[in-house]
């Protein structure tokens, strides 16, 4: 089966800054984590760090071919999936 550590796709006022600075690097950053439950206990803290509303997932899931995606928000205080599906 097709396994690949679960990353998340954010833009901070950093990686923005140097994207203006530097035409032709992008302005989104790819942090991969070795879990996906490493990588919840971190997303409040990309979401809240992130320039845009919702921050990017892509990941695979156990038992299951290809990569799954989710965008995630934060709903009051805390991250909540507000879409999801395969790519």
Wanted: net charge positive.
């Amino acid at each position: 089966m097709s396994n690949f550590k679960p990353e998340i796709r954010v833009i901070t006022q950093e990686t923005n800054r140097d994207y203006h600075n530097r035409q032709g690097k992008s302005a989104f950053i790819s942090v991969q984590y070795k879990t996906y439950k490493e990588l919840k206990k971190n997303i409040k803290k990309h979401l809240e760090e992130n320039l845009e509303p919702t921050v990017f997932v892509n990941r695979s899931r156990r038992g299951e071919w290809g990569e799954w995606f989710e965008h995630w928000q934060l709903d009051g205080n805390k991250p909540k999936i507000i879409k999801q599906g395969w790519m």
